[in-house]
């Protein structure tokens, strides 16, 4: 019913009804019913590298006009879902599929498919295929195989916070063990 939504990220993001929402240059991208696979390419001209590295077309290219920048969308026929009884492995197998696509375009590692550029903002170029996948139908392009061991915390799902909480923790449940105080152990984190 309501979406996070901002014409720019500098004033903050605010949650409003779908349909004022859709009214604003960027919206979230549902968390918990993953429809798309969303790549962020930062390079000019990028509306076709699709296709120069022989892989399918996105469904939606969301093309900024001011510097050519684009938002792939890859619209999937079975939503993959994030919530608390949902299955894990069809979650791995979309995140290996988004690592893979990403790695593939020269997509930006660090973005998370949290904000999308509005295709239906007339600040953006929009370019539509009559396509929709199954995650399956991505292995005929990539070795999704390779991209399963190279998921690491570069770019959690949950953003950039979760990144920095889930590289520390691992970090510090190694790290704890070696100080017999806690003063000595909180020094170096302060580091």
């Keep these: 019913e309501k979406v996070r939504s901002t014409d720019d990220f ?11 929402a859709l009214k604003f240059r960027y919206v979230e991208a549902n968390q918990f019913y ?9 390079e000019p001209g990028s509306a076709f590298w699709w296709e120069e590295k022989n892989l399918p077309p996105p469904s939606i290219v969301v093309i ?3 510097n050519a920048h684009c938002h792939y969308l890859y619209e999937l026929n079975v939503p993959v879902y994030y919530t608390e009884n949902a299955k ?18 020269g997509a930006d590692l660090d973005y998370v498919g949290k904000f999308v550029k509005n295709p239906l903002h007339p600040s953006w170029l929009v370019i539509k295929h009559n396509a929709t996948y199954d995650l399956e139908d991505f292995g005929e392009y990539l070795d999704l195989q390779a991209h399963k061991k190279k998921q690491k915390l570069e770019a959690s799902l949950g953003g950039r916070n979760s990144t ?13 063990k070696q100080h017999t105080f806690y003063v000595s152990f909180q020094d170096l984190v302060d580091r």
């Excluded at 500098?10 to 004022?20: A, L, P, V």
């Excluded at 993953?34 to 930062?42: E, R, T, Y």
């Excluded at 894990?88 to 375009?105: G, H, M, S, V």
């Design 34 to 42: 993953k429809k798309h696979i969303i790549l962020d390419i930062d």
């Design 88 to 105: 894990r492995a069809p979650q791995k197998f979309y995140e290996n599929t988004d690592i893979a696509l990403t790695n593939a375009l």
């Design 164 to 176: 920095l909480f889930d590289t520390l923790r691992l970090w510090a449940y190694q790290e704890v």
């Design 64 to 66: 900024n006009p001011e």
């Design 10 to 20: 500098e004033y903050g993001t605010r949650f409003r009804k779908k349909e004022n």
